[in-house]
């Protein structure tokens, strides 16, 4: 069965310095994974995704993310924080064998940002 | 482009009453999800459309909940009768059939149901 974890409920760090939002998966399959980001009162947006081509992912707005098959990790990094990232962020994995798009969502990241 | 529109977007209703929501989906995309998200949670699939047939609604429950799309265009959820552990914020997402399976949906602003 496949299930992602995201490490921590809540993270906080100041403007200006790096952002790390940790994420585990289980995968009995090669996984694809994703983080979306969702701002208050806004959609779900795709920061960025992992599909088995380069193991390091840049996505908007400065994050990337590096899948560690030998870790079974995907953690979501960014060298600066601003103010505008302070968001919840949602580590997302799926099986792609079906073509049906099902994601299958961690419990989510608070991310604060401080002046 | 147009997002995925969703409609209300909030609603409050006393338990055993039902409830109605509305998505459309962006111009063009054959895949419509439903997504529930409780409060502290990450989203749950409910139901998941392609064109007007449904694809997985294995965590839908089927006793109080009811989705259609009937001409593969704009989708309603319902709910009927409400609990007090359905208040949540509903999702609808849309994909065409390649953003679909590489995993990038576009989601609406949700609707926020709370019941009393």
């Known amino acids: 069965a496949q299930s992602v974890t995201q490490l921590d409920s809540h993270v906080s760090v100041s403007e200006g310095t790096p952002v790390l939002l940790r994420c585990n998966y289980s995968?009995?399959?090669?996984?694809?994974l994703f983080w979306y980001v969702q701002h208050p009162n806004k959609g779900l947006q795709l920061l960025l995704k992992?599909?088995?081509?380069?193991?390091l992912v840049k996505g908007i707005n400065g994050f990337e993310a590096e899948f560690k098959k030998s870790e079974t990790s995907f953690h979501l990094t960014k060298p600066s924080a601003h103010m505008s990232d302070a968001a919840e962020y949602f580590c997302?994995?799926?099986?792609?064998?079906?073509?049906?798009?099902?994601?299958?969502f961690g419990q989510g990241t608070t991310l604060q940002v401080k002046p | 482009e147009a997002g995925v529109a969703q409609s209300p977007r909030y609603k409050i209703i006393e338990k055993r009453q039902s409830v109605a929501f509305w998505c459309n989906p962006i111009?063009?995309?054959?895949?419509l999800y439903w997504y529930q998200q409780i409060l502290g949670q990450g989203p749950k699939l409910l139901i998941q459309?392609?064109?007007?047939?449904?694809?997985?609604d294995s965590q839908l429950p089927k006793d109080r909940f009811s989705a259609e799309r009937l001409k593969g265009v704009d989708s309603t959820l319902k709910i009927q009768p409400a609990k007090l552990e359905d208040s949540a914020v509903y999702l609808c997402?849309?994909?065409?059939?390649?953003?679909?399976?590489?995993?990038?949906?576009?989601f609406g602003e949700g609707s926020r149901l709370t019941v009393l």
């Open positions: 111009s063009g995309h054959a895949t």
């Open positions: 459309f392609q064109n007007n047939g449904v694809v997985d």
């Open positions: 997402a849309s994909s065409d059939l390649w953003t679909g399976y590489t995993g990038e949906l576009f």
């Open positions: 992992y599909t088995s081509a380069a193991t």
């Open positions: 997302v994995v799926t099986f792609l064998s079906s073509n049906t798009g099902k994601l299958i």
């Open positions: 995968s009995s399959y090669s996984p694809s």
